[in-house]
C-alpha cells in the first residue's frame, strides 16, 4: 500500500485554554482521528478529542496480584517445601512471617507494569514520529498548543480540514509530512 | 475572610512560584542550568572534593576486601557498629524525597512540585549509599548475593521468617520503585532538553532518553493515572521500608529494642532527617543557581513545619522508650535508660536529646523558619542528632546486655570513618553531577502552576 504522503494538519495554538476549545469544536465537527500536543498535562483535554479507556489501572492491577501471588507462593515453596528448616521451632509455612515480602512484591509489580505499562500503551519508545518533520513542533515541549487532524481521519479533505482549522484562530496551520 | 486577616494570611502563604512567570521563561531558566551555562570553578572544586572522598572511601572498602571487618571497630558484643549506623541514617534520608514526590502529590500539595526532583534525586543517592553498608557488612561481600532467592547448586534457599530478609526485599523495591519514578518523572523534560539544546550529540541522548515523547493528550493521560497509581503505591512502600529497618531491632530480644514504638518512630525519624538533607541541598542549590522564585519562601517554611512536626514524634518516640524502660518492670529495660543517661555514652545520648528535642524547638519562630541560614544550620543539628540517634540503637543498647561478663565499648576505628565520609562525599558527588546533567526542578509541573496553565469547561 502506497502511504499517503501527507500525514495530517496540524494547528499551532498559544494558550491550554485556547487549544481546549479547539479540540472540543474540531471534535464536535466530526473529526474522530485527531491529537492534540501540550508542554504539559491539561485535564480534560484527553477527553475532549475522544478518550476515553485508559487501561493503565487494570495492567497494575493485574501486575500486582501477580506481584503478590509469586511472592508468597515464592516463600511457601521455598521454605515449607523444597527446603523445610526449622528455626526457632517456628512451623515452616509461617504465613504472618511471609506478608513483609509478599507486601513487597506486590509493590514492586505493581510499579513496574504501571511504568512499562504506560510506555507498552502509548508506543513508546518511538524515536521517530511525522509530527517532529513540523519545525514549529519543538516548541510543542515549551509554551506552545498543537491540534492535529490525521489524514486517516474519514472526514480529511486537504482544502476543507485546513479552511476549518484556520477558522479556529490558530497561531498557525502547517501540513505533516509523513 | 475580613480584611484584616487577609495580610498576615498572605504573609504565611508566600507564593510557590514569583508572580511574572510565563511557560517560556520557567522552561529558559530551569533548562539552562543544564544547557548553556558553563560549569564554575566552584562547582569543579566541589565535585573534585566529593570525588575525592568518594576514591576513600573505594579505598576503604578495598582495603575491607582484602582483610576483612577486622579492620572496623565491630567486636562481641558490639558487632553491628558504624555499617548499621550508617545503613539507616541514609534509608531514612531517603524517605523524604518518595514523601514529598508521592505523599504530597496524593494530598495535592502543588508546592511539591519545586522541590521534588531533586528530593527524589536525593532518595536515589542516599539509598545507593545506604545500600553499600549491609552488602560490605556481611563479611564475605563477595558472597552478598546469597541474599537473594536464586537457583543454586546448593540446593538451599533464604530464610524468610527473618526480619533481615525481609529488609533485603523492602530496600530494593524501594530503590526499584524510587528510580522508576524519578525516570518517568524526568521523560518529558528530556523531551525539553531534546527541543532547546543545539548539540546534535545531545539532542539524541536526550531524545533517547525521553522516548520520543511529544506531548500526546493520549499520552498525558496515561502518564498522569500511572504518576498517580504509582505514587500511591510508593505511599505505603515509604512506610514499610523504615517500619522493616525497624523490624530488624525491634524482632530481636535485646533491652533497648524490643518495643513496638519502633516503626512508627523510626519513620518519623526517617522523614525528620530526609527534610534536614532537603533544605541543606535545596539552600544552597537556591542561591547558587538563583532558583528563587522557585524555591520561595514557602518551601522553607513548610519544610520547617514538618520538620517540627516529625521532631515532635520523634520526642515522643523517646519518652515512651523510657516510660516503658520504667512501666514494664523489666529490670534489663530499666537498665537501658539509665545506661543511656549515665553510662559511658552518656554525653552521645544527652547530644542526641538536644539536637532532635531541644534546639529544633527554635523552628516554632517565624523568623528562624523564613531565615535561610538558620534553617541551613538547623537541618545540620538535626541531621547529626539523627545519626546520634541511631548510634545510641545500636551500640549503646548492644554494648550492655543482659550478663555484665559480656559487656564491652565500642571504638570505631579510622575505616569506619572513612567509609561514612566516604559515603558523604559520593552522595554530594552524585548531587554535582545531577545538577549539571539534568533539570533539578521538574519543569513540567512548573509550567501547570502558573495561573495560565488553568482551562475553564
Redesign the interface.
Known amino acids: 500500500m502506497k502511504r499517503d504522503p501527507i500525514y495530517g494538519i496540524m494547528a499551532e495554538f498559544d494558550?491550554?485554554?485556547a487549544l481546549?476549545d479547539a479540540?472540543r469544536t474540531t471534535h464536535q465537527a466530526g473529526y474522530v482521528k485527531i491529537?492534540?500536543?501540550?508542554?504539559?498535562?491539561?485535564?480534560?483535554?484527553?477527553e475532549?478529542?475522544g478518550?476515553h479507556h485508559?487501561e493503565?489501572?487494570l495492567v497494575?492491577l493485574i501486575g500486582g496480584i501477580i506481584g503478590g501471588l509469586t511472592g508468597y507462593l515464592?516463600?511457601w515453596w521455598?521454605?515449607a517445601v523444597?527446603?523445610p528448616?526449622n528455626?526457632g521451632g517456628?512451623p515452616p509455612h509461617?504465613w504472618p512471617?511471609?506478608i513483609?515480602?509478599t507486601?513487597?512484591?506486590t509493590?514492586?509489580f505493581?510499579?513496574?507494569s504501571?511504568?512499562l505499562?504506560?510506555?507498552a500503551?502509548?508506543g513508546?519508545?518511538?524515536?521517530?514520529?511525522p509530527?517532529?518533520n513540523v519545525p514549529r513542533?519543538?516548541?510543542?515541549?515549551?509554551?506552545r498548543f498543537f491540534l492535529i487532524v490525521f489524514s486517516s481521519d474519514k472526514k480529511y479533505n486537504a482544502v476543507d480540514t485546513r479552511k476549518f482549522l484556520e477558522a479556529l484562530a490558530p497561531r498557525s496551520v502547517s501540513e505533516v509530512p509523513s | 475572610m475580613p480584611e484584616q486577616y487577609k495580610s498576615t494570611t498572605d504573609l504565611q502563604r508566600a507564593p510557590v512560584i514569583e508572580p511574572g512567570h510565563t511557560f517560556g521563561t520557567v522552561t529558559e531558566k530551569i533548562s539552562a542550568i543544564v544547557l548553556t551555562r558553563p560549569a564554575s570553578n566552584g562547582w569543579f572544586i566541589g565535585f573534585g572534593i566529593c570525588f575525592m572522598a568518594t576514591m576513600m572511601m573505594l579505598y576503604a572498602i578495598g582495603y575491607l576486601f582484602l582483610k576483612g571487618v577486622g579492620i572496623w571497630g565491630v567486636t562481641i558484643p558490639i558487632g553491628w557498629g558504624f555499617a548499621i549506623v550508617n545503613f539507616v541514617w541514609w534509608i531514612g534520608i531517603g524517605h523524604a524525597g518518595t514523601l514529598i514526590s508521592a505523599i504530597l502529590l496524593l494530598l495535592r500539595q502543588s508546592w511539591r512540585n519545586s522541590i521534588n526532583r531533586f528530593a527524589e534525586a536525593m532518595t536515589l543517592f542516599a539509598v545507593a549509599a545506604a545500600g553499600i553498608f549491609p552488602a560490605i557488612h556481611v563479611g564475605r561481600p563477595w558472597l552478598a548475593y546469597w541474599l537473594f532467592p536464586y537457583p543454586n547448586t546448593m540446593r538451599v534457599w533464604p530464610q524468610f521468617r527473618s526480619p533481615l530478609m525481609w529488609d533485603v526485599f523492602a530496600v530494593s523495591t524501594y530503590a526499584t520503585i524510587s528510580a522508576l519514578f524519578w525516570f518517568t518523572g524526568l521523560i518529558p523534560d528530556f523531551a525539553t532538553l531534546r527541543d532547546r539544546t543545539d548539540k546534535p550529540a545531545l539532542k539524541v541522548i536526550y531524545g533517547m532518553l525521553s522516548m520520543g515523547w511529544r506531548g500526546s493528550a493520549r499520552h498525558w493521560h496515561r502518564y498522569e493515572t500511572m504518576y498517580l497509581l504509582l505514587a500511591g503505591l510508593a505511599t505505603p512502600l515509604v512506610l514499610s521500608v523504615h517500619t522493616v529497618v525497624s523490624f530488624d531491632f525491634a524482632v530481636g530480644i535485646v533491652p533497648g529494642w524490643h518495643t513496638t514504638i519502633f516503626p512508627p518512630y523510626f519513620v518519623a525519624g526517617a522523614i525528620y532527617s530526609g527534610f534536614a538533607m532537603v533544605l541543606m541541598l535545596a539552600i544552597p542549590i537556591r542561591k547558587i543557581y538563583g532558583l528563587e522564585d522557585f524555591i520561595t519562601e514557602r518551601h522553607l517554611q513548610n519544610s520547617a513545619k514538618v520538620m517540627l512536626a516529625t521532631g515532635l514524634i520523634v520526642a515522643y518516640g523517646y519518652g515512651i522508650e523510657a516510660f516503658m524502660g520504667w512501666y514494664s518492670g523489666d529490670r534489663f529495660e530499666a537498665f537501658t535508660l539509665w545506661n543511656r543517661l549515665h553510662g559511658p555514652y552518656a554525653f552521645w545520648y544527652l547530644s542526641l536529646l538536644s539536637c532532635n528535642i531541644f534546639i529544633p524547638q527554635v523552628l516554632w519562630i517565624r523568623k528562624l523558619r523564613t531565615s535561610p541560614v538558620a534553617l541551613f544550620f538547623i537541618s545540620f543539628v538535626i541531621l547529626i542528632g539523627m545519626w546520634l540517634e541511631r548510634f545510641i540503637i545500636v551500640v549503646v543498647s548492644l554494648h550492655r546486655d543482659f550478663l555484665n561478663s559480656s559487656w564491652g565499648m565500642y571504638y570505631p576505628t579510622r575505616w569506619d570513618y572513612m567509609t561514612f565520609f566516604g559515603t558523604i562525599g559520593m552522595f554530594l558527588m552524585l548531587m554535582f553531577l545531577f545538577l549539571r546533567l539534568l533539570p533539578a526542578i521538574s519543569i513540567f509541573e512548573m509550567r501547570t502552576l502558573l495561573p495560565e496553565a488553568e482551562v475553564k469547561e
Open positions: 494558550s491550554a485554554q481546549v479540540a491529537d492534540a500536543y501540550s508542554p504539559f498535562p491539561i485535564e480534560g483535554l484527553a475532549e478529542i478518550f485508559d493503565v489501572p497494575v515464592m516463600q521455598m521454605s523444597d527446603y528448616l528455626i517456628k509461617s512471617a511471609f513483609v515480602i507486601f513487597e512484591m509493590i514492586l505493581a510499579g513496574i504501571a511504568v505499562g504506560m510506555l500503551l502509548n513508546l519508545p518511538m524515536p521517530y514520529h509530527v517532529f513542533f519543538s516548541s510543542a515541549s515549551k509554551d
